[in-house]
């Protein structure tokens, strides 16, 4: 199984949402890529792009007040991997951050993990 808390899933979303951070497009250049000129590679190596070849089950869990990696990333993986008929879970926790830094939002995401993990782990 795999587990993904606040991931990336699209990293053309990824350049477009960083612009609205410090840095802005010279950050995303240099540290993602630029949107033409590197479309292959984005896209190459964005999840979202690839859950057809999910073989596992996944767990995804993302803060909806996440201003690191916006909640829309999971969704849209969450979306992916449905279409593909593959096995996720999904979990998006209320007013939550990227760190989930208050400590009732932490354990409802480290409950959930608990639970996903006994399922798929053997041995555990």
Request: aromatic share 8%; hydrophobic share 40%; proline share 3%.
């Amino acid at each position: 199984c795999a587990v993904s808390v606040a991931g990336v899933s699209d990293l053309e979303r990824l350049i477009q949402d960083e612009k609205l951070y410090f840095g802005g497009d010279q950050a995303a250049r240099e540290f993602i890529g630029r949107a033409w000129a590197d479309a292959g590679r984005l896209t190459a190596n964005s999840p979202a792009r690839h859950a057809d070849r999910v073989g596992i089950p996944v767990l995804l869990v993302h803060g909806s007040a996440d201003a690191t990696v916006p909640v829309d990333h999971s969704r849209i993986m969450a979306a992916k991997l449905k279409a593909e008929g593959k096995p996720y879970e999904y979990l998006e926790i209320d007013l939550a951050d990227h760190s989930f830094s208050r400590e009732k939002e932490r354990l409802a995401y480290l409950e959930r993990l608990d639970v996903f993990l006994a399922r798929y782990l053997k041995g555990g």
